[in-house]
């Protein structure tokens, strides 16, 4: 009886000595691991979220800030990196994440060259533009004491040439703006000859004119002048465009990393669980062994053990075994002994890596400011809805938005004020929104919308009324009334043609038009 006694505490010991391990050896690092994971994603996104800031820098100081807040962002994601290196299962997406971050920050370099020669090319062009301003104000007090017919044509000619300026700084499309260039030659050349032809009240006022007038014609024309330097501000936003283009190509193949990074945490998470739970109850076998021998042997201590010990175990495996089959809360166990530490140790155990789960979870499907979707549930969102509209021949469409100068919000009332806006924001565009649509956080100030069973024409109505709405919202911070717009790209998925990453590229093309073209508008993209 005794033999069978030593033998039943030393098992029920060892049991609750393997849980107390995989407890303190196993799940808690792995979980801590998970929580590192989530924090480097974080980073990593924070990472990703400079280079639009940097592509919208208006000064040389701003880029400077950005520049340098994104290479602090850059080495921060490394340091956590390299700790993940010692893991084996996990060198494979840390050195992608590795690789990738290392290619994003090259092309962050050759942005931050880019922009900083645009935002100077943008500065020379002011310059000049003030200089034609200044002399063809001069010109124009010279002609008007010319032959008023003279001036009159003369006069009509400089309004073309003005039209001309205009329509050129803003257009878009190389060939047309060939054919606008050289209209513009030739208006300018048209009122050179119109001076040269003027009749002055002197031969001196004539030539002064003449001289003036090619001086205009050179600061538009000339090897340095507007013309030139607006092809070479042209070509430097291509550059850009593209540069843009393959830092999201990146940025996509090092979000894929850190979630396969997260997955991959997780998955040891759930092995160490399972581990435990197989222990523990393999452990329980042998005690129960144990006990029904010593049933056989001593009829008293079957009663004992009945009573002080059977019921309770038998409830622990109930416990164990609801849990495992349908996650079934466990019942309590009644008693001031050892086994009723170990079964709070294990229904601990359960509430722990159920809490550890559900906050992974959460993390990984929501945006932690706006409680929107993020980026990764967004995309799976999509993927979803692409497959039904694909069976159903149903339309469906997607918007990009952007809130306009969100950085002068945060630099003038402070980051707490910019998280204000973006969790009204976001509450305002999702009381605008059906159940069915989908709505989230595509990435700092950028949030996507999916619209169910909506055509392009219809999805540019909602978009429309909701940047109406947000020119309009009023947003309370600290006793003052902040207000914001937005810009938006709109964009029709083409089922069976295209992949719904390649629409939401389209959107975004379309929104950097709507930001070229003056903010605050919905631009749709035409397939």
Same mark, same amino acid.
């Given at each position: 009886?005794?033999?069978?006694?030593?033998?039943?505490?030393?098992?029920?010991?060892?049991?609750?000595?393997?849980?107390?391990?995989?407890?303190?050896?196993?799940?808690?690092?792995?979980?801590?691991?998970?929580?590192?994971?989530?924090?480097?994603?974080?980073?990593?996104?924070?990472?990703?979220?400079?280079?639009?800031?940097?592509?919208?820098?208006?000064?040389?100081q701003h880029l400077m800030k950005e520049t340098l807040g994104f290479l602090d962002t850059h080495d921060e994601l490394n340091r956590m990196l390299k700790g993940f290196l010692e893991q084996p299962l996990l060198q494979q997406p840390v050195a992608t994440m590795i690789e990738s971050a290392k290619n994003i920050e090259s092309l962050v370099r050759q942005l931050d060259l880019l922009m900083a020669q645009k935002i100077s090319s943008q500065l020379y062009i002011?310059?000049?533009?003030?200089?034609?301003?200044?002399?063809?104000?001069?010109?124009?007090?010279?002609?008007?004491?010319?032959?008023?017919?003279?001036?009159?044509?003369?006069?009509?000619?400089?309004?073309?040439?003005?039209?001309?300026?205009?329509?050129?700084?803003?257009?878009?499309?190389?060939?047309?703006?060939?054919?606008?260039?050289?209209?513009?030659?030739?208006?300018?050349?048209?009122? /050179?000859? !119109?001076?040269?032809?003027? #009749?002055?009240?002197?031969? &001196?006022?004539? @030539?002064? +004119?003449?001289?003036?007038? =090619?001086?205009?014609?050179?600061?538009?024309?000339?090897?340095?002048?507007?013309?030139?330097?607006?092809?070479?501000? /042209?070509? !430097?936003?291509?550059?850009? #465009?593209?540069?843009?283009? &393959?830092?999201? @190509?990146? +940025?996509?193949?090092?979000? =894929?990393?850190?979630?396969?990074?997260?997955?991959?945490?997780?998955?040891?998470?759930?092995?160490?669980?399972?581990?435990?739970?197989?222990?523990?109850?393999?452990?329980?076998?042998?005690?129960?062994?144990?006990?029904?021998?010593?049933?056989?042997?001593?009829?008293?201590?079957?009663?004992?053990?009945?009573?002080?010990?059977?019921?309770?175990?038998?409830?622990?495996?109930?416990?164990?075994?609801?849990?495992?089959?349908?996650?079934?809360?466990?019942?309590?166990?009644?008693?001031?002994?050892?086994?009723?530490?170990?079964?709070?140790?294990?229904?601990?155990?359960?509430?722990?890596?159920?809490?550890?789960?559900?906050?992974?979870?959460?993390?990984?499907?929501?945006?932690?400011?706006?409680?929107?979707?993020?980026?990764?549930?967004?995309?799976?969102?999509?993927?979803?809805?692409?497959?039904?509209?694909?069976?159903?021949?149903?339309?469906?469409?997607?918007?990009?938005?952007?809130?306009?100068?969100?950085?002068?919000?945060?630099?003038?009332?402070?980051?707490?004020?910019?998280?204000?806006?973006?969790?009204?924001?976001?509450?305002?565009?999702?009381?605008?929104?059906?159940?069915?649509?989908?709505?989230?956080?595509?990435?700092?100030?950028?949030?996507?919308?999916?619209?169910?069973?909506?055509?392009?024409?219809?999805?540019?109505?909602?978009?429309?009324?909701?940047?109406?709405?947000?020119?309009?919202?009023?947003?309370?911070?600290?006793?003052?009334?902040?207000?914001?717009?937005?810009?938006?790209?709109?964009?029709?998925?083409m089922l069976n043609v295209e992949s719904v990453e390649a629409a939401i590229e389209r959107a975004d093309q379309a929104l950097y038009i709507a930001k070229e073209e003056g903010r605050n508008f919905v631009k749709k993209s035409i397939a």
């Open positions: 009886m005794l033999f069978i006694t030593f033998c039943i505490c030393a098992a029920y010991f060892s049991s609750f000595s393997s849980v107390k391990f995989n407890l303190d050896q196993k799940i808690s690092p792995n979980i801590d691991a998970a929580l590192q994971t989530i924090q480097l994603t974080e980073v990593t996104q924070k990472l990703i979220h400079h280079v639009p800031r940097i592509a919208i820098a208006e000064s040389q002011d310059r000049i533009e003030s200089n034609y301003a200044r002399v063809l104000q001069q010109l124009e007090q010279d002609v008007e004491s010319a032959n008023k017919e003279d001036y009159y044509r003369w006069s009509k000619s400089m309004r073309e040439v003005e039209r001309a300026l205009l329509s050129l700084s803003v257009e878009h499309n190389p060939a047309a703006a060939v054919s606008r260039y050289q209209a513009l030659r030739k208006e300018l050349n048209h009122a /050179y000859e !119109l001076i040269k032809a003027a #009749r002055f009240s002197s031969q &001196k006022k004539n @030539q002064q +004119a003449i001289l003036m007038q =090619q001086r205009l014609l050179d600061l538009v024309v000339g090897p340095t002048g507007i013309l030139a330097q607006q092809t070479q501000l /042209y070509q !430097l936003k291509e550059d850009i #465009r593209e540069t843009l283009s &393959k830092e999201k @190509q990146l +940025a996509n193949v090092l979000n =894929q990393s850190a979630q396969l990074l997260v997955d991959s945490v997780r998955q040891q998470v759930v092995i160490s669980k399972q581990n435990t739970i197989t222990q523990l109850t393999q452990m329980f076998m042998i005690i129960l062994g144990l006990v029904f021998s010593g049933c056989v042997a001593v009829t008293v201590i079957v009663v004992y053990l009945q009573r002080s010990v059977m019921q309770r175990l038998t409830k622990v495996r109930g416990n164990m075994l609801n849990y495992i089959s349908s996650r079934a809360a466990p019942e309590d166990v009644k008693g001031d002994d050892e086994l009723t530490d170990m079964h709070k140790a294990l229904t601990k155990l359960i509430h722990q890596v159920e809490e550890r789960e559900h906050q992974l979870e959460a993390l990984a499907t929501t945006d932690s400011l706006t409680n929107a979707l993020n980026r990764r549930c967004l995309l799976e969102h999509a993927q979803k809805e692409v497959e039904l509209h694909l069976r159903d021949q149903l339309p469906f469409s997607l918007f990009i938005m952007d809130i306009d100068f969100f950085k002068k919000v945060n630099d003038t009332y402070g980051h707490a004020a910019g998280d204000q806006v973006l969790i009204e924001v976001t509450e305002s565009c999702q009381s605008m929104l059906r159940k069915i649509d989908a709505f989230g956080r595509w990435g700092g100030e950028e949030f996507v919308g999916l619209l169910h069973n909506t055509p392009l024409d219809e999805a540019w109505q909602v978009t429309e009324r909701i940047r109406k709405h947000l020119e309009e919202l009023q947003i309370y911070f600290e006793g003052q009334t902040l207000q914001i717009t937005a810009s938006f790209g709109v964009a029709q998925v």
